[in-house]
């Protein structure tokens, strides 16, 4: 089968279009027919290697798939031949307590596609069978390729850790990414109000299609400033932040009292400056996402599948041109989703 891999770590130069063994569908595991696969800058982070990260080479990128069953293996019930399909990006061990509990993220064994074993930049990719989903009939291929990862991890980042509620503020960095794009998506189906930032008019405008109710240009102005202007001293009641060192601090001193700061990133950088007695004192939570459960993915998957929310596709390229899709990631030309067609 075609396939992009990588040899070694490196600029997008060492991605490398060629032939790559075919999987084979074992015991309980299902080989689907790539139709689309969406990029997310685990992809650019894993390209370039991470601390800790030890790969097997060659390595196929790529988290997010959706496509076609193409073959079930033994044991498998309810999935055939033909069904057309996305892909749930975690994948666990599904026998220890974890898993047993539906928190598959804490399962010892968790590891994300793409990232610690081979991805979808592929004509085929064998997967367990309990990651797969049925595709909302109504969505594409490349559309529903940009559903899981960052729709799994808003997910989880506002409802399951920030508790989001009818009427919250919410504030939300960097809108026109994946996970931001979907982030002020699920906010508005739960009633907050939605405070976006992007670096780009544009970018800006785009949010306000999407249901953000205020924007802010964070190349331009003062974010906390902007935001006390909006809401005055009360702040608002979760920070989305997938941002990290470069707006950490202000995410910490946007919350109202009792408010979460909600992580799933750290891009610019890993050493967030945080004032401990501010966190006590205004009695403040900050919570980590490391995706989310299958259960989360099935929860948002509906929210899609009502047309409560929509994924965002920016461009279409062929899976050939993974350098330049990764390029456009890293140029940060995109709003919403690259995703690359076999």
């Known amino acids: 089968m075609r396939a992009v891999r990588?040899?070694?770590?490196?600029?997008?130069?060492?991605?490398?279009?060629?032939?790559?063994?075919e999987p084979v569908a074992g015991p309980l595991q299902v080989v689907v027919e790539v139709r689309a696969v969406a990029l997310n800058h685990i992809d650019l982070w894993v390209r370039r290697g991470l601390p800790r990260l030890r790969l097997r080479f060659p390595h196929i990128l790529g988290a997010d798939v959706a496509g076609v069953v193409a073959e079930v293996g033994e044991g498998v019930r309810g999935i055939r031949p033909g069904d057309e399909i996305l892909v749930a990006p975690g994948v666990s061990c599904g026998q220890c307590a974890a898993c047993v509990a539906g928190d598959d993220t804490f399962c010892p064994e968790y590891s994300i596609l793409g990232e610690h074993i081979p991805?979808?930049?592929a004509e085929r990719l064998a997967v367990p069978a309990a990651n797969i989903l049925s595709k909302p009939a109504h969505l594409s291929f490349p559309e529903a390729a940009a559903v899981p990862l960052v729709f799994l991890t808003a997910w989880n980042?506002?409802?399951t850790n920030g508790r989001i509620r009818r009427g919250d503020v919410v504030l939300v960095w960097g809108a026109g990414s994946g996970v931001g794009?979907?982030?002020v998506q699920i906010a508005k189906a739960h009633g907050a109000t939605v405070i976006?930032?992007?670096g780009a008019d544009w970018k800006l405008a785009r949010a306000r299609e999407?249901?953000?109710?205020?924007?802010?240009?964070?190349?331009e102005a003062d974010v906390a400033e902007a935001v006390r202007a909006l809401v005055g001293r009360r702040g608002v009641d979760i920070a989305f932040d997938h941002v990290g060192q470069a707006t950490w601090a202000t995410s910490l001193k946007a919350l109202a009292r009792g408010g979460r700061l909600v992580t799933c990133g750290a891009t610019s950088g890993p050493a967030g400056d945080t004032d401990i007695r501010y966190v006590y004192a205004r009695q403040l939570s900050i919570h980590g996402t490391w995706l989310g459960a299958k259960r989360e993915l099935r929860d948002a998957l509906r929210l899609v599948a009502d047309g409560l929310a929509r994924?965002?596709?920016h461009a279409?390229?062929?899976?050939?041109?993974?350098?330049?899709?990764h390029r456009m990631l890293e140029r940060r030309e995109q709003f919403g989703k690259v995703v690359l067609v076999p």
Request: glycine share 12%; no cysteine; aromatic share 2%.
């Open 311 to 313: 994924p965002v596709v």
């Open 316 to 325: 279409v390229l062929p899976l050939g041109d993974a350098a330049e899709a």
């Open 196 to 198: 976006a930032t992007a």
């Open 6 to 21: 990588i040899h070694e770590h490196g600029g997008p130069e060492v991605l490398r279009e060629e032939q790559a063994p």
């Open 119 to 121: 991805g979808g930049y």
């Open 210 to 219: 999407l249901g953000a109710d205020h924007t802010i240009n964070h190349t």
């Open 157 to 159: 980042m506002l409802v």
């Open 181 to 183: 794009s979907a982030a």
